[in-house]
């Protein structure tokens, strides 16, 4: 679970991590209000779950609470990465003499929790990793032990100049860290952290990702998901054990196992034709599975014809056809219809199927270029 | 031949729960020696007639068991991990899916200090055809025989290892590595093991989109392993940012696309199928060079 940045910066304050005392805004006048109260100038701040919004306009300089409304005008509404702008954060602007990067993120490779810091911060980190490694130090973060007050002193002093920068920068990594562990998140990073005129070290932006896994530790975090409707589809596909993404094809898939559902989606792609989504149905043979999939694919305007690829292994053939038996008149489904249905007790699951008139394929490939064909696509592969 | 399980695997199933009790069964059917089922409050029961103990202690003092799988809720799978590994089982394998990243970065580091090997998790395991199945793998469609095979999914490795079978190629061991970020072994951990297995020739590798685990394989075998690879990636038409169903299946940089996969693969020389059916054309020519 992704949060805003808001949110973060809330998270990060309760850590003992310093944040501007910024105001979360939904309208004009909001805006107006919060940057009456905080005193001018004010940055006003897209809230969204992408990177990039500077570059896309999203963040403004406001002298006056009235060019703070003007500005909140402007962003609101404005869609970044197909993210449509709700809320906006107004932060009091600060005198900035110091700009560095700061982020605690799982390293997949050394399977351990990873602190990165930078000089080169207000930059675009990955763009920095590629162009000038150099400029990052790495610190492997023991996830028993944690990150000790010594090591985080260590990594200071190779970036930030002076003592008293430098140990307000450890006490700020140590934080982050307890942050991160505490609250099971997989990403904490602040970009920029800043040095100010007046000496303080403090979190510009905050970016923080939550092990959608570890939820059930912390309910509380629950309420800050603040899905756009794209992830409000997903979301809802989650709740009936489905694993959902949109994209932007003709060809509604419905798999089982998600590297089969990956390798669906490119075969149809390999042979001309394009994918609607990715839904993985999972391992259940559960059939209000099966029809809640289907709802899933036929709301969805873009797709001309269905395609169900299921490979029984766990899964039962017979389960998954009466599933889609139940689905087509559930839905009153009017798109074709594609079935590849292989796998254990594939036999019987194809009968039922052809008792009700759908005809089954017993290879994926076969039935990717019917459900092409299908959908008025006939592609490169045929 | 095989790596890792085989007829000197005795099982214990950790978690008798709807999946756990059911996969037991199957596992024991399929011909593994299923010794034991550990399930708080229900020691002196038998399941199937494997007997089940409170704790995974007793079932290894009682039984002699020296492998684990991990049936047990999420929320409690990763302490299960430890349980079984500190019991003294030498491989735990986690199939539970959902298990906090955090949770798993701890309990990897700590089997790995104890010199205890883990697959997954969220994996379907591994199954050495004709020996032992530890995990949840459909059995039927195995056949014995020289390929390696390396997955992080479960349902594309049916899907190729269907094929191999109806083409003739049986399988030493194939294994479901698991789809989450941290996981226990990587490919290149079985690698190592198949390179020392006389009755594997061949080594099928399948990856996906999300991390580097093929590159560094890819890097290990141009290095040091000496039998043919034959390898194919999924999530070509995957958009950037998105979980593809795996929470390791996910676009986070230039490195973890598949492009990136498929060039680290061909740099090392490994053939790299553009289709499921050429997998099996791949791995036809990498065996008849052997001859």
Redesign the interface.
């Known amino acids: 679970m992704k949060l805003e940045e808001f949110q973060a910066k809330k998270l990060f304050d309760e850590h003992g991590i310093p944040v501007p005392r910024g105001r979360m805004v939904t309208t004009v006048s909001g805006a107006e209000a919060a940057a009456e109260e905080l005193g001018c100038p004010v940055v006003v701040k897209a809230q969204v779950k992408t990177g990039g919004r500077g570059k896309a306009g999203g963040v403004k300089l406001a002298r006056t609470p009235r060019e703070a409304g003007e500005a909140a005008g402007k962003i609101l509404g404005m869609n970044i990465k197909g993210f449509v702008v709700e809320r906006l954060l107004v932060d009091p602007a600060l005198s900035v003499a110091g700009e560095y990067y700061l982020g605690i993120t799982v390293d997949r490779k050394r399977k351990v929790p990873v602190m990165m810091v930078s000089a080169s911060g207000g930059m675009d980190i990955e763009k920095v990793a590629a162009e000038t490694p150099e400029k990052i130090f790495f610190h492997p973060v023991d996830p028993h032990k944690g990150l000790r007050f010594f090591e985080a002193k260590e990594m200071a002093f190779k970036v930030f100049q002076g003592k008293k920068n430098a140990l307000d920068a450890a006490s700020v990594m140590v934080k982050l860290w307890r942050c991160m562990n505490s609250l099971d998140a997989t990403l904490v990073e602040i970009n920029p952290l800043a040095r100010l005129e007046d000496g303080m070290i403090i979190a510009l932006d905050a970016k923080m990702v939550i092990d959608d896994n570890a939820l059930f530790r912390h309910p509380d975090l629950e309420s800050l998901r603040l899905p756009s409707p794209a992830e409000l589809k997903e979301l809802e596909a989650r709740k009936h054990g489905l694993s959902y993404v949109r994209l932007d094809g003709e060809i509604g898939c419905m798999v089982n196992g998600a590297g089969l559902a990956m390798a669906t989606m490119d075969v149809i792609k390999h042979l001309g034709g394009t994918p609607a989504n990715f839904l993985d149905i999972g391992g259940s043979s559960n059939p209000e599975k099966v029809v809640h999939a289907m709802k899933l694919l036929v709301s969805d305007d873009n797709v001309k014809v269905i395609f169900v690829n299921v490979f029984g292994g766990i899964t039962r053939c017979d389960d998954v056809a009466n599933g889609l038996v139940k689905a087509v008149s559930t839905v009153d489904l009017k798109l074709p219809m594609v079935v590849r249905l292989t796998g254990t007790n594939e036999v019987e699951g194809i009968k039922i199927l052809s008792e009700h008139g759908i005809k089954a394929f017993g290879d994926m490939t076969e039935a990717a270029r019917e459900a092409i064909l299908l959908a008025g696509k006939g592609g490169a592969g045929r | 031949m095989s790596i890792l399980i085989g007829e000197n695997t005795r099982l214990m199933v950790q978690g008798l729960g709807r999946d756990g009790s059911f ?1 037991a069964g199957r596992m024991l059917r399929y011909g593994t020696r299923v010794v034991a089922a550990v399930h708080p409050g229900r020691e002196g029961e038998t399941y199937d007639g494997i007997p089940v103990f409170n704790t995974c202690r007793k079932a290894v003092e009682k039984t002699g068991a020296n492998c684990s799988v991990i049936f047990v809720p ?2 409690f799978a990763a302490d299960a991990v430890l349980e079984g590994a500190h019991a003294g089982a030498d491989l735990v394998v986690a199939v539970t899916e ?9 309990v ?3 089997l790995d200090g104890m010199g205890v090997k883990l697959t997954g998790p969220n994996c ?1 395991g591994l199954i050495s055809p004709g020996e032992c199945k530890v995990g ?3 059995g ?2 195995f056949e014995p025989g020289p390929v390696g095979v390396i ?9 190729i290892v ?1 094929r191999l079978t109806a083409a003739g190629f049986g399988q030493s061991t194939a294994i479901g590595m698991g ?1 989450d ?2 996981v226990g072994m990587k490919y290149r951990d079985y690698m190592e093991l198949f390179a020392e297995d006389p009755g594997t020739e061949l080594v099928v590798m ?1 990856g ?6 093929e590159q ?1 394989a890819a890097a290990f075998v141009a290095e040091t392993f000496h039998k043919p690879v034959v390898s194919y990636i ?6 950037p ?9 996910i676009i986070s ?2 490195e973890s696309t598949v492009e990136a996969k498929v060039e680290a693969l061909s740099r090392s020389g490994i053939p790299v199928a ?4 050429e997998i099996v054309d791949l791995v036809a020519a990498g065996l008849g060079g052997l001859n």
Not at chain 2, 98 to 106: A, E, F, N
Not at chain 2, 234 to 239: C, E, H, I, L, T
């Open positions: 996969h999420a929320p959902g298990i906090p990243v955090l949770d798993m970065s701890r990897v580091n700590e379907p949840i793998m459909p039927g469609i997955s992080r999914s479960g349902t594309l490795t049916y899907e269907k789809g970020p941290v399948v996906e989109i999300g991390g580097t685990d560094d999924v999530g070509r038409s995957a958009p940012g998105k979980r593809m169903g795996h929470a390791g299946a940089g230039v553009e289709t499921i059916e």
